[in-house]
């Protein structure tokens, strides 16, 4: 069993800022990437910045220069810092992470339960 723990979301103004963390426990072979994803209302769900265990970042084109990915591999967490938001970055922020399990052949997806990011205007 594998689980993704997500915490750091809320209500914040146009400008705020956001630091989302999430926390991958559980029968955890080798992690290669860890990421986050979101999903506006009545929209699919979008990569938003993800980072593999090569020191590899990629964010999506609308946070880029305003979201920052990191990763602490040794506690197999992953943060997001959200600045300068904007109510188009509001969403359910969902944290995955793309791992070997300890016991099974084949790397998988994991996902967290989401986290509300809400930004007023």
């Known amino acids: 069993q594998v689980q993704l723990e997500e915490s750091g979301g809320g209500l914040v103004q146009t400008g705020g800022s956001l630091r989302l963390s999430c926390v991958a426990s559980?029968?955890?072979?080798?992690?290669?990437?860890m990421g986050w994803y979101r999903q506006a209302p009545g929209k699919q769900r979008e990569l938003v910045a993800t980072?593999?265990?090569?020191?590899?970042?990629d964010y999506a084109d609308s946070v880029k220069g305003r979201f920052t990915i990191s990763r602490d591999n040794a506690q197999n967490t992953v943060y997001l810092q959200m600045n300068s938001l904007i109510p188009e970055d509001t969403g359910v922020y969902y944290c995955?992470?793309?791992?070997?399990?300890?016991?099974?052949?084949?790397?998988?997806?994991?996902w967290g339960q989401g986290t509300q990011v809400t930004v007023s205007s």
């Open positions: 995955n992470a793309r791992l070997y399990p300890r016991l099974g052949p084949a790397w998988d997806d994991y």
């Open positions: 559980g029968s955890i072979f080798h992690i290669v990437a």
């Open positions: 980072a593999n265990s090569g020191g590899g970042i």
